[in-house]
Antibody, heavy 115, light 106 residues
Framework: QVTLKESGPGILQPSQTLSLTCSFS??????????VGWIRQSSGKGLEWLAN???????YYNPSLKNRLTISKDTSNNQAFLKITNMDTADTATYYC???????WGQGVMVTVSS | DIQMTQSPSLLSASVGDRVTLSCKAS??????LNWYQQKLGEAPKLLIY???SLQTGIPSRFSGSGSGTDFTLTISSLQPEDVATYYC????????FGAGTKLELK
């Protein structure tokens, strides 16, 4: 059974860097073809894909945010990570991680950017 | 970038109705399209993958069709638990979600 769970700081100030962790079970990111992605959703808004990381360490970023995003993984501990630099109030959202082609999602973690 | 346009943005229907939701891609995405259901306060849940394949555990009243640029999600007989927002998502080139269709009971 695939499960994922996001964790993060909850609140941070503008210009700070957001660090998110996705802890998962039921699959290994060292297995051929596996992928973890990050998606966010602002309050009352739609879904925005952020980044994907693959089993072979290939990484893909949303072009509109690419300069601010860094995705990485720790296959030994079944975790994936996302960093977003220079956070702004517009980045306030619920952040999700998801398995493979977004087949399964974590419950999401709310991140608020406020001074 | 591929844009995904969903219509309508809001749909009101009665229990038992056949409901059709539309999703249009700005360019050919072949069949690389998924549909998700998101209930209030929950994470999105995969309903349909690769246009018309039903995800395990999803009721058979849900079905998908289409190819190229035009896609449809159909609920054959609307149930109260189907009240949610539905999103389409393309993965042919990059990854893009539609803005969603909010489905409510009439």
């Amino acid at each position: 059974q695939v499960t994922l769970k996001e964790s993060g700081p909850g609140i941070l100030q503008p210009s700070q860097t957001l660090s998110l962790t996705c802890s998962f079970s039921g699959f290994s990111l060292s297995t051929y073809g596996m992928c973890v992605g990050w998606i966010r959703q602002s309050s009352g808004k739609g879904l925005e894909w952020l980044a994907n990381i693959w089993w072979n360490d290939d990484k893909y970023y949303n072009p509109s945010l690419k300069n601010r995003l860094t995705i990485s993984k720790d296959t030994s501990n079944n975790q994936a990570f996302l960093k977003i630099t220079n956070m702004d109030t517009a980045d306030t959202a619920t952040y999700y991680c998801a398995y493979n082609n977004f087949d399964y999602w974590g419950q999401g973690v709310m991140v608020t950017v406020s001074s | 970038d591929i844009q995904m346009t969903q219509s309508p943005s809001l749909l009101s229907a009665s229990v038992g109705d056949r409901v059709t939701l539309s999703c249009k891609a700005s360019q050919n995405i072949y069949k690389y399209l998924n549909w998700y259901q998101q209930k209030l306060g929950e994470a999105p849940k995969l309903l349909i993958y690769y246009t018309n394949s039903l995800q395990t555990g999803i009721p058979s009243r849900f079905s998908g069709s289409g190819s190229g640029t035009d896609f449809t999600l159909t609920i054959s007989s609307l149930q109260p638990e189907d009240v949610a927002t539905y999103y389409c998502y393309q993965y042919n080139s990059g990854y893009t979600f539609g803005a969603g269709t909010k489905l409510e009971l009439k």
